[in-house]
């Protein structure tokens, strides 16, 4: 099995900074993508930001140039830098990895439990 373990989100005011780490740990043979989502109240679920293995990064609009994605292959994690953060940025934070582990064959999404990130005006 695997599990994806998120840090502790938090409570930010407009214009501050947050990191949010994330480590995949289990019977991981390989990872492709990671990346972290965010489910704001009332709404669908959406990518935030993604980094394939290659090192490639993928960022929604609403974040770029705020937001950096990085990731660590050797220790399998990934972390979300967040600056100048907004209201609109408020939300549950989850992260995401495409894991081929154990004796399968196939890859498999995973998902953390997910981290409440809150910024007040």
């Known amino acids: 099995q695997v599990q994806l373990v998120e840090s502790e989100g938090g409570l930010v005011q407009a214009g501050g900074s947050l990191r949010l780490s994330c480590t995949a740990s289990?019977?991981?043979?390989?990872?492709?993508?990671m990346a972290w989502y965010r489910q704001a109240p009332g709404k669908q679920r959406e990518l935030v930001a993604s980094v394939l293995s290659s090192g490639a990064k993928h960022y929604t609009d609403s974040v770029k140039g705020r937001f950096t994605i990085s990731r660590d292959n050797a220790e399998n994690t990934v972390d979300l830098q967040m600056n100048n953060l907004k209201p609109e940025d408020t939300g549950v934070y989850y992260c995401n990895a495409d894991i081929l582990y154990g004796d399968s064959y196939n890859y498999r999404d995973w998902w953390g439990r997910g981290t409440q990130v809150t910024v007040s005006s």
């Open positions: 289990g019977s991981i043979t390989s990872i492709r993508a």
